[in-house]
C-alpha cells in the first residue's frame, strides 16, 4: 500500500466539496463499499500521481487538492451519470486516451460494473496507470498500450466508450462507430454543453441524456449518445 500524503478525512472533506460526496455503496466490491475505503484508494492515487507528475508532468495542476477539485471530481459526477443510464448488466467499457487514468480510475473506486479498460498510446502514462492500478487493487480494470486504431478484438464490441478529450465529437462519434455493441453508448465528458440532436443524427447518433455540474471553479458536462 502507498504511503499517502493527505488522510481519508482529507479525501473526504474534498468529496463533499465537490458537490458529490463519497457514499456507502453494497454494489461495490469489499474493499470499497465504505466512504473510507473509497477514500483510501483515492487518496492512494493522487500520492502516486503528485510523485510521478514532478517528473512526467502528467496533469496541469500540482497539488491534489486542485487535482481533486478540477479533475477527479470528474470521475464522481460521472459515476452517478452512468447509474441513471440503461447500460448492459455488466459492459465492457472503453475509455479512449486515457493519460493519466482519469476519469477512469478514480471513476473506479466508486463504479465498478463490467470490465474497465483503459486504452492510452503512450509508454510512460500507461505505466503510471498500472503502477496505481496494482496499488489500488482496483477490480476488473486493465491497461492497453495501443492506438485507438489498434485496439485488440478481444475487447470489442464495447458495450460504453468513455472520451474526455481524445477527439472532437464529430470525428469521435464515425470513429468509434464500429466498436460499439448494437445498444451501446458513448459518453463523453467536455467542457462544453451537447450539442443539438440535429447535429449529431447527421452522424448516426443522438444525445440520450446530458449533465451539467461545476468542477473546481468551471461548469463541465457529460453527454450519453446513442445510435438513432
Avoid at 483510501?40 to 510521478?52: D, F, G, I, P
Wanted: proline fraction near 7%.
Amino acid at each position: 500500500m502507498t504511503e499517502t500524503a493527505m488522510s481519508i478525512e482529507d479525501i473526504i472533506e474534498a468529496a463533499d466539496q465537490s458537490g458529490r460526496p463519497l457514499v456507502q455503496d453494497d454494489c461495490l466490491d469489499d474493499d470499497f463499499r465504505s466512504t473510507e475505503g473509497q477514500a483510501q484508494a483515492l487518496a492512494e492515487y493522487l500520492t502516486l500521481l503528485e510523485k510521478w507528475n514532478k517528473s512526467m508532468n502528467l496533469v496541469g495542476p500540482a497539488g491534489w487538492e486542485e487535482v481533486f477539485s478540477s479533475l477527479v471530481a470528474d470521475s464522481l459526477h460521472l459515476a452517478d451519470f452512468l447509474n441513471s443510464l440503461d447500460l448492459a448488466e455488466s459492459p465492457v467499457t472503453l475509455d479512449l486516451g486515457a493519460g493519466a487514468g482519469l476519469p477512469g480510475i478514480p471513476l473506479r473506486c466508486v463504479w465498478q460494473k463490467g470490465i474497465y479498460n483503459l486504452v492510452e498510446s503512450r509508454q510512460k502514462r500507461s505505466i503510471f496507470m498500472r503502477t496505481a492500478l496494482r496499488a489500488m487493487k482496483l477490480p476488473r480494470t486493465e491497461v492497453f498500450q495501443c492506438r485507438a486504431e489498434k485496439i485488440p478484438p478481444k475487447l470489442l464490441p464495447a458495450d460504453l466508450i468513455l472520451s474526455k478529450a481524445f477527439m472532437p465529437w464529430k470525428d469521435l462519434l464515425p470513429f468509434v462507430d464500429p466498436m460499439l455493441s448494437p445498444t451501446g453508448r458513448v459518453v463523453i465528458l467536455s467542457n462544453d454543453p451537447a450539442p443539438a440532436s440535429g447535429e449529431t443524427e447527421l452522424l448516426g447518433f443522438k444525445v440520450e441524456k446530458s449533465l451539467k455540474y461545476r468542477a473546481g471553479d468551471k461548469e463541465h458536462y457529460s453527454w450519453s449518445l446513442v445510435r438513432v
